[in-house]
Every structure is written in C-alpha cells, then in structure tokens.
C-alpha cells in the first residue's frame, strides 16, 4: 500500500491564482480531512468527508472547496489564492474500528501564495 | 469545540534522559487521546493513543497518561535517543460517531543531545 499520497509537494502561487492540491489514499478509509498546520498554531482542519459524496466544514474553511466523488480520492480546491494561505497542507485518511480511530497523514503540500 | 493546549513548546534533554510532554483539554466529553510525531519535512505519523477508559498505556519506550478529572493527559518518553528529535503533537478526539473531530495542540519540538 502507498498510503496516502499527496501532490504536489511544494507549489508557488501568485494571489488570485486557482490551483488543487490532490490527495489519494488506497486503505479503502471512509474519512478523509485536510489540514493546514502553520508556525505556533498546531493542524487546523479544513474540510473532511466521512465518506464518497459526503463533506463537511471543519474550523478555518473560509477560501477553500472539497468534493469526494470516490473513496479514493479527496482533492482540496483554492478558487482564488491569497498570502494567507500560505501553509503546509496535509489530508489525512482514517477509520473507525469500535469507536477507536488512527489517522494516517500524507507527506504534506508546501504552499507558498505570493 | 475542543481546545488542546500542549506544553512545552520546545523540550531539550540529554540522551538518556526522559521527556515529559502535557497536554490540557476543555471538553469534558472527549474520549480518545492520539499523540503524533512529526520529523522534518514529513506528514504526522501516530505513535500511541489512549482512550477515555483507560488511565495509562506504554509501548516499550513510551507511554501516556489520562487523568480524566483534571481534563489532562501526558506523553512519556524514556531512555531518549536522538532518532526521538522530532515536533510532537497531541490531540482530543470530541463528538460522537461520523460528526466526531480531532482538535490539535500546538506541538512540542524535542530535542534529543548528545
């Protein structure tokens, strides 16, 4: 298994710029989360999805978009960059197994909105 | 919602020492306990986790701790090595079932000297 891959690893955007970051996990885990983790402030949560058709908003979603069409596949949408987006994005993956959850981490997108 | 609050923020200790990282939580309701470890350039990779009935857990070298009166929980790592450098982080599990959330703290960087 790959895990969950994430690409691309580092993107430099100018502001207003549209661009997605895709995350891809093959552990056929029904959640799926995108994070942003910044200097000083932890990982804050972006969108999740607790299965194909199904998202929701989690604590900082203003500026950003998800769908899941597949399982596999939860891709995080910026429609139009701006510097405080600037972060290091990581989606994660995860199941519940009687009511105990693990959480794998992909490698991380570095963003950098000029 | 849930906030986490984690201290220190950076821990320094000589090889073969111990580290203590604690963490507070405000929502009384939380009942899992995940502690992840994140080197460099790399996504958040689980290292233990505990649940709301459960007061200790240890897996060789580490171990952690709930006391679910006073709201905290700690990470213990003994015997530190420098392959244990590396940004800590712990977090609370709040909610129920799919509308369930992890709340981060905002991490420890420990290092491990010689």
């Known amino acids: 298994n790959a895990g969950v891959t994430q690409t691309p690893k580092f993107q430099v955007l100018k502001t207003g710029q549209s661009m997605t970051l895709q995350c891809a996990q093959d552990m056929n885990h029904e959640y799926m989360s995108w994070y942003r983790q910044d200097p000083g402030m932890g990982l804050r949560l972006i969108h999740y999805s607790v299965g194909a058709g199904i998202t929701d908003q989690g604590e900082v979603p203003n500026g950003y978009n998800v769908s899941r069409s597949t399982t596999e596949d939860f891709p995080l949408r910026l429609l139009s960059a701006a510097p405080s987006q600037t972060s290091v994005y990581f989606c994660a993956s995860s199941y519940l197994n009687g009511g105990q959850e693990t959480q794998y981490f992909g490698p991380g997108t570095r963003l950098l909105v000029l | 919602g849930e906030n986490v609050e984690q201290h220190p923020s950076t821990l320094s200790v000589q090889e073969g020492d111990s580290a203590v990282i604690k963490c507070t939580y405000s929502?009384?309701?939380?009942?899992?306990f995940p502690w992840y470890k994140q080197e460099l350039g790399k996504g958040p990779q689980l290292i233990i986790d505990?649940?709301?009935n459960v007061g200790e857990k240890k897996d060789q070298r580490i171990a952690v701790t709930l006391n679910k009166t006073a709201k905290h929980f700690s990470l213990h790592i003994t015997e530190t090595q420098p392959e244990d450098s590396a940004v800590y982080f712990c977090a609370a599990r709040w909610g129920s079932g799919t509308a369930s959330k992890l709340t981060f703290g905002t991490g420890t960087r420990l290092q491990v000297t010689l």
């Open positions: 505990i649940r709301s």
């Open positions: 929502d009384s309701a939380s009942n899992y």
